[in-house]
Each structure stands twice: as structure tokens, then as C-alpha cells.
């Protein structure tokens, strides 16, 4: 993959490379090291602000093209609204609008970061150039071709010009840590699942133990002798075999209970015998996101010694047709002993998480057990690609990740249970059935996944409208968005560390 973005930090009054970009608030003031920089154009930019309007708002920006009697190509004036207001979120967001104001092929480029009559905090670089390294990915390591026009992957590297240099750099160890969890989930939901099947997810997996990570890997014999036959069904049509993985991060003492994250890992999804029409089957490769958040957030913990002890179970399985498949009307037995009858097997993420979900807190005892899953088409009639929903038992959990989705912008929307809809699962032959009908079809899956958690504190995200297919941002222009990993660190960050 091509993330060739290189970040640096320099002091205030530093040389000048590549393409110079400045901030500006809605007074049209430059910061006091910025003003300095641009005196010998200061009368050029001025008119070509008024030229072009240009008013300083958030998100706004103004290019000057060889400007005379300064030192570079370009320069790209930025604007931050009302400098008073602003918050990480904006910091973030314009670090995504500089770097999407970059030509192709830029090598370099130096960013100000300064603005009139206010010290900026440290974590405003940090922010800024995590904005700058989400906007830049791209996923092309299948690309062996350009189009007539298109300049080639160039590495680039990103000046951060700041006033103290040490705190900077220090605030992007944590942010740097999260860039590249969302650059790992965001490669895991992209990448084709004829290169990540399940095997090659948990060997992914693996890998996070350079940062410090226990990983274990559960293969099918094993998973069997732990009596995951709800997971194993689903897998059973494939010629791939299934694997649970465990991460886990202790980075705080041993006697502090541990917060847990599991996602569904459906490397493909057919819909297995109950199969899926063929128009966007293509888009079932992504149906490992929420795996893909869990692996990428217990990296981004790791990678920035969060205070926390945490675990990260994820269910990898492949749901295909074959003469091996689960049937409509098989009854299963999951690892809690609960009995389910398949109503359609294109309802698998919930068989998977049910033992998932049930191991977990059997053996971690966990403060809470945050889920992620592509669980339901449902939850895009429902809210969207905006929002994912939000399904819990526990309302300060919920509250927590409302307040982390609001201040990340990776945002939740909470739904309703009851026993009004827990019983549209029960089944004639078995304990439950795997669907609910058509209606309320997203929440009847959370009250098929809350049967298995008992009275651990737990939230599940429906991400089918997030993690894939996503919406483009000033952070994001990737297919795989990574979705959940920077809304969890934060929530793990303000509420459960230390
Ligand atoms: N992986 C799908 C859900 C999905 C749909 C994710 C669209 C992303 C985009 C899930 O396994 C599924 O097939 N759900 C069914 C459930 C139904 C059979 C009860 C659905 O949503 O149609
Ligand atoms: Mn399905
Ligand atoms: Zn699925």
C-alpha cells in the first residue's frame, strides 16, 4: 500500500520546504511567526484574499501560485473559523484539507502552526498531522498501471513548523500510534479475502505482537474442543478454516480488570446457502470491519502504552455454499449451551459473536465488552452511513461512547431492546432462531447477541454502514474507512485508563 507520508516537527522560523501552508482565522490575522514569513508577499496575499473572497472560515482555503519574493511554489492559506473555538476534531479536519490541497506528486511541504494572539496547544500539530497521514492513504498495492496524467506514488514528507518542538513531538507518539491502527484496519477491510482468508487474518493478527501484544490463535480442533459450534457452523462450507484470535494488551497492573473488544471477522460472506443476490457481493470482503477496528485499535493501545489492560477477541470464518454448508433448519449448539435453529444462514455475524461474545466473558470477566459488527443491512435503512447504532444493556457505557463518538466524529446513535423484541427470536424447535423477520431487523440481532453476555456491561456497534463503502471525508477518501478506531482509543483514553 502507498502511505508514503512521512511526518516532521521543526521550530518556528525553521527553512522553508516544499509547499508552504499557513492558517488564518476569520479576522484574516496571521500568528506572529507566520507574519514574519510572509511580509515581502504580505500585500500579494492580501489582495488575493480579497480577490477571491476568501473570509477565513473553517475548512476554507486560498492558493497562491508562485508567489513573488517568496521562497516557494505555492503557498495554500488555510482557514480555522473562530480561532477561540477550536477543538481537536477541527485540528484533525484540517490536517485532512491541507493534505488534500497537495498536488500530486508533492515531496514536500511545511505547515504553520500558528495563529494570531493565542499559543496553540501541542496537541494541535499532533491533531493536524494525524488529519494529514488519514487523508493521504490510499490502497493500491494492486495497482500495476497509472492513467495518462496521473503523477506517480511519491514519498512525501510533512513539516510540522511549531513554537515548542519537544512538546509537538511527544503528543504525535500517541496520535502517531492511532494513524497507523486506522491504517491497519483500514488495509484489513480492503484487502480481497482470496489474500485474507481467515488464516492470513490471524497471521495479521500475529503481528501485533512486535508492539508488545499477547496474541493466541485458535484453530478449528481447537475451537471444537471449545465447543464453538455456533462460530464453526458458519465456517463449515468453506474450504478455509476458521481461527479465534485473542490480543491482548496489559498495560496496567495485573489486578486491574481488563475492557474487551470483539468483532465479527466474516473474511467473505455469501450468505451461504441462503445466498446473497450477485449485484455488490463484491462488498462482502468487508464484512471483517468490526474485526478489522479490534485489531487495529489493540495496535494503537500497544503502540501508545495506554494505561489499560484490554482485550481484543475476533471470530474470523468464511460463509460459503458447498455440499459441506449449514442448512436452513440445522440447530446448532453454541459454546454457552444455548441451542439455535438456522433460519438463514446469511445470519451468521451473530452465530460467531455469540460464542465470541460468551468465551469472553466467561474467561476475561470484563469491565465491559464493546462488540463491533457489518451485523445488518437493516441498520443502513435505519440510520445511514452517518451514524453506526449503538445497542446496550449499560447506560453509562452507552453515554461513554456517545460522548467519544462526538468528539471523534465517529458518531453513535443508540437504539432500543426489550423483551417486546426479544422474543420475536424464539423458536419452535430450539432455544432461538438466528432471524427475527424483516422488521426491526437490526435490533432483533442485538437481542440475539445480548442473550449471550448474562449481566456483563456491554455495547454492541452495528458498523454495516460505516466500516465499508464509506463516506468521503476530509480524512478519509478510503473505501475501508477504518471506522471505530479512533473512537475507541478515545473512549478508552478519557474513561478507563490510568
Ligand atoms: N454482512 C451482512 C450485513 C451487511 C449488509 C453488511 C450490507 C454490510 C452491508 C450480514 O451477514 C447479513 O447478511 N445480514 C442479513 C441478515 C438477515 C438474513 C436477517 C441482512 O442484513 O440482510
Ligand atoms: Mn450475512
Ligand atoms: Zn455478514
Known amino acids: 500500500m502507498s502511505e508514503p507520508v512521512t511526518i516532521q516537527f521543526a521550530k518556528h522560523g525553521a527553512a522553508l520546504k516544499g509547499v508552504l501552508i499557513v492558517l488564518t482565522d476569520d479576522t484574516l490575522g496571521f500568528g506572529k511567526a507566520t507574519q514574519k514569513l510572509l511580509k515581502p508577499a504580505s500585500g500579494a496575499i492580501a489582495r488575493a484574499m480579497d480577490a477571491d473572497r476568501f473570509k477565513g472560515k473553517l475548512g476554507g482555503a486560498l492558493d497562491l501560485l508562485a508567489p513573488e519574493k517568496l521562497d516557494t511554489t505555492r503557498v495554500v492559506v488555510l482557514g480555522v473559523g473562530k480561532a477561540a473555538e477550536l477543538k481537536d476534531s477541527d485540528y484533525l479536519r484540517l490536517g485532512g484539507i491541507a493534505a488534500g490541497r497537495l498536488p500530486g506528486g508533492t515531496r514536500e511541504a511545511t505547515i504553520i502552526i500558528d495563529l494570531p494572539g493565542r499559543s496553540l496547544p501541542a496537541s494541535a500539530a499532533a491533531e493536524i498531522a494525524l488529519g494529514v497521514r488519514l487523508r493521504a492513504y490510499a490502497f493500491d498495492r494492486y495497482k500495476t498501471k497509472r492513467k495518462e496524467g496521473e503523477s506517480e506514488p511519491t514519498p512525501l514528507a510533512v513539516i510540522l513548523q511549531v513554537a515548542d518542538e519537544g512538546l509537538a513531538k511527544r503528543a504525535w507518539i500517541a496520535r502517531e500510534a492511532v494513524a497507523d491502527g486506522v491504517t491497519l484496519a483500514r488495509n484489513l477491510v480492503n484487502e480481497p479475502s482470496n489474500v485474507l482468508d481467515p488464516p492470513e487474518f490471524a497471521r495479521r493478527a500475529e503481528e501485533l505482537r512486535s508492539v508488545g501484544v499477547e496474541v493466541e490463535v485458535f484453530d478449528d480442533e481447537e475451537l471444537a474442543r471449545l465447543g464453538m459450534r455456533a462460530l464453526l457452523g458458519v465456517g463449515q462450507g468453506s474450504i478455509k478454516e476458521s481461527r479465534v484470535v485473542v490480543m491482548r494488551w496489559n498495560g496496567a497492573s495485573a489486578k486491574s480488570q481488563p475492557v474487551a473488544f470483539i468483532g465479527k471477522g466474516v473474511t467473505f460472506d455469501t450468505g451461504g446457502i441462503s445466498i446473497k443476490p450477485a449485484a455488490g457481493m463484491e462488498d462482502m470482503k468487508g464484512d471483517m470491519g468490526g474485526a478489522a477496528c479490534v485489531t487495529g485499535l489493540l495496535y494503537a493501545l500497544a503502540a501508545r502504552k495506554a494505561k489499560v489492560n484490554a482485550v481484543g477477541v475476533i471470530g474470523c470464518v468464511e460463509n460459503m455454499p458447498d455440499g459441506a454448508a449449514q442448512r436452513p433448519g440445522d440447530i446448532v449448539t453454541s459454546m454457552s449451551g444455548q441451542t439455535i435453529e438456522i433460519i438463514n444462514t446469511d445470519a451468521e455475524g451473530r452465530l460467531v459473536l455469540a460464542d465470541v461474545l460468551w468465551y469472553v466473558k466467561e474467561r476475561f470477566k470484563p469491565r465491559f ?128 485508563e490510568g
Do not use: C
Open 369 to 496: 465488552m464493546v462488540d463491533l459488527a457489518t451485523l445488518t443491512g437493516a441498520i443502513l435503512v435505519a440510520l445511514g452511513q452517518e451514524y453506526a447504532g449503538l445497542f446496550s444493556n449499560d447506560d453509562e457505557l452507552a453515554g461513554h461512547l456517545a460522548a467519544a463518538g462526538a468528539a471523534t466524529g465517529e458518531r453513535v446513535w443508540r437504539m432500543p431492546l426489550g423483551p417486546e423484541y426479544d422474543k420475536l427470536i424464539d423458536s419452535r424447535f430450539a432455544d432461538m432462531k438466528n432471524t427475527g423477520g424483516r422488521n426491526g431487523g437490526s435490533i432483533t440481532a442485538a437481542q440475539f447477541l445480548q442473550r449471550f453476555v448474562d449481566k456483563t456491561p456491554w455495547a454492541h456497534l452495528d458498523v454495516a454502514g460505516t466500516a465499508m463503502g464509506s463516506l468521503s471525508t476530509d480524512i478519509n477518501k478510503s473505501w475501508g474507512s477504518g471506522w471505530g478506531v479512533r473512537l475507541l482509543d478515545k473512549l478508552v483514553a478519557d474513561y478507563y
